[in-house]
């Protein structure tokens, strides 16, 4: 894997993903005090985010779970000192569905924290990560006569 990532000006940069993928990260603001970026450090949490909720997607329906949805939020606290690590991450799933088993939803939540997700298992090594999750009840699409 590779990536670059190029300094634009003041504290802008511009990442670029081996795959040729870009993104703007820095500290930059704007004349009007709004951010022109996320950091570094929140793409990170961003990417733990995009990790674990891809896991459980894939899990869900190769265990054929009706998925509709799944949405990740993520709060977390970083260290007050150099280097600001973060030490706490707290994960909330939002799974919405139809009759989704519950059991299933548990089960891919853990399954990505404690096997799959990579992000996460670089973040635990100085974080405490926690789950939980809601499941929301979707309608069946119209039956088409």
Same mark, same amino acid.
């Given at each position: 894997?590779?990536? /670059? ?5 003041? /504290?802008?940069?511009? !990442? ?9 990260? !820095? ?5 009007? !005090? ?29 265990? /054929? ?7 990740? +939020? ?14 706490? =991450? ?6 919405? !569905? ?8 548990? /089960?891919? =939540? ?18 405490? =990560? ?6 929301? +009840? ?8």
């Amino acid at each position: 894997m590779k990536a /670059r990532v190029r300094w634009i000006e003041k /504290r802008l940069f511009m !990442g670029e993903s081996g795959t040729g993928h870009t993104v703007v990260l !820095g500290t930059t603001t704007a004349a009007d !005090g709004h951010r022109l970026a996320p950091s570094a450090i929140e793409l990170m949490l961003i990417g733990a985010g995009g990790c674990t909720a891809w896991d459980v997607v894939d899990i869900l329906e190769k265990g /054929r779970q009706a998925v509709d949805d799944c949405v990740v +939020e993520l709060d977390a606290d970083r260290a007050e000192t150099d280097p600001k690590v973060f030490t706490r =991450i707290h994960i909330h799933f939002m799974v919405s !569905g139809r009759d989704l088993d519950r059991a299933k939803v548990e /089960r891919a =939540i853990h399954l990505s924290a404690d096997k799959y997700c990579s992000a996460t298992a670089m973040l635990a090594k100085t974080a405490a =990560i926690t789950h939980d999750f809601e499941i929301v +009840e979707t309608e069946a699409a119209p039956a088409v006569s």
